[in-house]
């Protein structure tokens, strides 16, 4: 059974970071891309990050580059995102995204919420 299983959400105040994880299980996690998306209160889905299937190459939308992080350890087969420089517009719920050819895995999303 595949799984994406998000953690380290939460309440933080402007300017805080937070570190998120996906744990995956159910696939060979390093042949799969992996991104983060969030989605917003009343928002539609936003791509956050991504980084290729081997972890040396990663992209950021201009809302997040220079503060977010994105990394991958296919031996844990765990992807992580380090979020620095918290700011309200970063309340969100964060999914994880696994995606190779054809399939295509979500995982339940980890709210973050950035309010002083």
């Known amino acids: 059974e595949v799984q994406l299983v998000e953690s380290g959400g939460g309440l933080v105040q402007p300017g805080g970071s937070l570190r998120l994880s996906c744990a995956a299980s159910?696939?060979?996690?390093?042949?799969?891309?992996m991104s983060w998306v969030r989605q917003a209160p009343g928002k539609g889905l936003e791509w956050v990050s991504a980084?290729?299937?081997?972890?040396?190459?990663?992209s950021y939308a201009d809302s997040v580059k220079g503060r977010f992080t994105i990394s991958k350890d296919n031996a844990k087969k765990t992807v992580y995102l380090q979020m620095t420089g918290l700011n309200p517009d970063d309340s969100a719920i964060y999914y994880c995204?696994?995606?190779?050819?054809?399939?295509?895995?979500w995982g339940q999303g980890t709210q973050v919420t950035v309010s002083s």
């Open positions: 995204n696994a995606a190779r050819g054809d399939n295509d895995y």
């Open positions: 159910g696939f060979t996690f390093s042949s799969y891309a």
């Open positions: 980084i290729n299937s081997g972890g040396g190459s990663t």
